[in-house]
């Protein structure tokens, strides 16, 4: 599904992916941590964090109309048919 592309590349490269009518990804660096425990050190790594709140900035439209070859009327009703899809 094309949503998913979007929020995976996006993500990586940006670290913030907006995705419109869904809410905001993030991507969270956790630091590495010694676990006093068992006297191990944990590795370092990355979460996604969710939030229903968003800004659309245009960043998706444009990501599928350069993926896909549309024009940005083509590609915002495919996007908002992905979306719906998402949805369901």
Do not use: H
């Not at 490269?13 to 630091?31: A, E, K, N, S």
């Not at 191990?40 to 968003?54: A, H, N």
């Not at 800004?55 to 070859?69: A, F, Q, T, V, Y």
Request: aromatic share 10%.
């Amino acid at each position: 599904m094309i949503v998913e592309q979007y929020i995976q590349e996006v993500l990586f490269r940006q670290q913030v992916c907006i995705v419109p009518g869904i809410g905001t990804f993030t991507l969270q660096y956790i630091p590495a941590q010694y676990n006093v425990v068992d006297k191990s050190l944990d590795p370092p790594g990355q979460r996604v964090i969710f939030e229903e709140t968003w800004s659309d900035d245009g960043s998706c439209l444009e990501w599928i109309s350069l993926k896909e070859n549309l024009v940005p009327a083509v590609a915002s009703r495919k996007l908002d048919k992905n979306i719906a899809d998402l949805k369901a």
